[in-house]
């Protein structure tokens, strides 16, 4: 089975100031990773994920990710934020073999501040 | 949220009484889920659907119980509301059941039990 952990509930962050958002996970199998993002009132959308090869991982509005696999780590990272950057982050894992259940983490609030 | 319509965006119901949220896809996508958010959950999966009339559950299926008689309609029903069950509901929909698959998400459904 896997479980993902977000280190942080809560983030705040004044504007153009870089941002880590952190997320750990578990498993006995290999897995493919996944940040979504929820902006108020909306559904989730991908924001960027890993699937195999290049450990660093651009995703759209600027965002990246690192998959760490000796610290089974994926953090989430923007050297700049912006006001509009505001949201809820999730990080998600799936194991690439037998089935397709994605687990989500907890999420983690972003507040960027003018 | 293009190509998924959940209905209806808001409920408020009593306790005791069913409730029957509705998923509409227009991607002809195979695999459909729902799942509910909770704060400091992140999102869970409820059931999910493999098929027309083929479905299964996840990790917090009690209570809860769903159909799905056309590729594009999948209905999740609360037999009989209990304020635990007071949530946002999100349907998703993926392409494939590899666990590389991105789930598309609905906009949500708002579900207050009294």
């Known amino acids: 089975a896997q479980s993902v952990t977000q280190l942080d509930s809560q983030v705040p962050v004044f504007e153009e100031a870089p941002v880590e958002l952190r997320c750990n996970y578990s498993?006995?199998?290999?897995?493919?990773l996944f940040w979504y993002v929820q902006y108020p009132n909306q559904g989730l959308q991908l924001l960027l994920k890993y699937l195999s090869g290049s450990t660093l991982v651009k995703g759209i509005n600027g965002f990246e990710a690192e998959f760490n696999k000796s610290q089974t780590s994926f953090h989430l990272r923007k050297p700049s934020v912006h006001i509009s950057d505001t949201a809820e982050y999730f990080c998600a894992v799936s194991a690439n073999t037998g089935g397709f259940k994605t687990i989500f983490g907890a999420g983690t609030r972003l507040f960027v501040k003018a | 949220d293009a190509g998924i319509t959940q209905s209806p965006r808001h409920k408020v119901t009593e306790t005791g009484t069913p409730v029957t949220l509705r998923c509409h896809q227009t991607e002809n996508h195979r695999y459909m889920y729902w799942y509910r958010q909770d704060p400091g959950h992140g999102l869970r999966l409820i059931h999910y659907s493999y098929g027309v009339k083929d479905t299964d559950k996840g990790e917090v299926s009690d209570g809860y119980s769903v159909s799905r008689s056309k590729t594009e309609d999948f209905l999740l029903t609360l037999e009989s509301a209990t304020s635990s069950q007071t949530s946002v509901y999100f349907c998703a929909i993926s392409e494939s059941s590899s666990g590389a698959n991105v789930l598309t998400f609905g906009a949500g459904s708002r579900l207050t039990v009294l």
């Open positions: 498993s006995s199998v290999s897995v493919y």
